[in-house]
């Protein structure tokens, strides 16, 4: 059995270990290498590194980590990011040996240009393109990349952990209401992530289940995501103009 855990780091992420009995474990998005080695401290064995994208709070302690471990680092083919061992892309797979684990690579331009995901049959490390209700910013990338980005996420099993790089669930769910007023699913959703909050517990891992009926990113086809948008004077003339004007309106969101 494998223990899967996020690590908090910096204000809202989380950097996510996946370890064996014996502490062997793997690093998705290091952005900063204190909280594992303070990990290490206390067993953690590292054994290899994933990044989703270049952005320094989930790269930022790669450097430290592979020159205190000598571990490989699997990153995007992206001269931003320093220090990878192995560059992978759309369509390859990453195997863990010490894990026995073996990662699907996906390439998901939207947030950055270059943003991956790997999953395997249970886990979807996703970084910044899907968070719980939510999606990523499009720093880069066009409104149809993101949007294809995601389809792609959603029609993953309904069963996989969502694991994402940011503790914006509560944040997010605000939006989700107002996009989305009628879903008792996404309000029990919200219910749920409260109470893990409250508890000192992370709202994450979701599933992929509860995003695509949760998520207003992933239901811009829905009536009445469609219809709050018609009601903000938005173009709904087809998926990517929904979509685009959700994201908009996310973008200045105060709630």
Not at 93 to 101: E, M, S, Y
Not at 113 to 123: E, S
Not at 164 to 179: K, P
Request: net charge negative.
């Amino acid at each position: 059995m494998l223990r899967l855990q996020p690590l908090p780091a910096f204000q809202d992420n989380y950097i996510w270990t996946l370890s064996d009995t014996d502490g062997r474990a793997l690093i998705v998005d290091p952005g900063d290498a204190g909280p594992v080695l303070a990990a290490a401290e206390d067993g953690l064995r590292p054994v290899a590194i994933l990044l989703t994208h270049h952005h320094p709070d989930h790269a930022g302690g790669v450097a430290e980590l592979r020159q205190r471990f000598d571990i490989p680092c699997y990153a995007p083919d992206d001269e931003r990011i320093s220090g990878a061992s192995d560059r992978v892309g759309e369509g390859d797979q990453v195997t863990i040996t010490p894990l026995d684990l073996e990662f699907n690579v996906i390439a998901l331009p939207g947030h950055t240009l270059t943003h991956i995901a790997f999953h395997d049959r249970r886990h979807l490390f996703c970084g910044d393109t899907l968070f719980s209700m939510g999606c990523g910013r499009m720093f880069e990338g066009s409104a149809k990349q993101m949007l294809h980005s995601l389809d792609r996420l959603a029609a993953l099993p309904d069963d996989l952990l969502v694991c994402c790089g940011h503790e914006y669930t509560l944040a997010n769910g605000r939006f989700a209401q107002v996009a989305e007023p009628e879903n008792p699913e996404r309000d029990q959703r919200i219910q749920e992530a409260a109470q893990q909050r409250a508890d000192g517990r992370p709202s994450l891992p979701s599933t992929m289940a509860s995003e695509r009926a949760c998520n207003p990113f992933l239901r811009v086809d829905q009536p009445g995501v469609r219809k709050t948008l018609q009601d903000q004077g938005a173009d709904t003339s087809d998926r990517e103009s929904s979509f685009a004007a959700l994201r908009a309106w996310k973008d200045g969101f105060r709630g």
